[in-house]
């Protein structure tokens, strides 16, 4: 069932429709060998090299099927394309890191999951 918002007049005059919660954030672990990226290293000049390295997005499919089209190239980061853990199950780290940051991760409006996506790579 749609929510909608309405303009407070009793018009009852739909002004927008509120987003679907459809999207969810997702965190990829990258091997190791991204620390020796020249490129990796200028796009994440803060990276600590002694911690683990994420790649982090947000989608509105399942988080193995947006891991599947970054490893075939599909709409993919370099990065995670060339230096996403596998198998899926190794590489994904989402919950574990939702929960050690108390960042939610599941059932987003784009907007939420946009913030989130953020909070969590500037968490890590």
């Known amino acids: 069932m749609e929510e909608f918002i309405l303009d407070g007049t009793g018009q009852h005059n739909l002004l927008n429709v509120i987003p679907a919660k459809n999207k969810r954030v997702y965190a990829i672990q990258l091997n190791d060998e991204i620390k020796e990226n020249e490129s990796f290293l200028q796009h994440n000049p803060n990276i600590d090299i002694n911690k683990p390295a994420f790649y982090v ?21 370099l990065f995670m394309m060339r230096f996403g853990i596998e198998p899926y199950e190794a590489a994904d780290r989402t919950y574990e890191l939702a929960e050690q940051f108390k960042v939610p991760v599941d059932d987003l409006r784009h907007y939420e999951a946009l913030y989130y996506e953020l909070k969590l790579t500037t968490l890590l």
Do not use: F, P, V
């Open 57 to 77: 997005g947000q989608t509105s499919k399942t988080r193995k099927e947006r891991y599947l089209e970054h490893k075939k190239g599909i709409r993919s980061n």
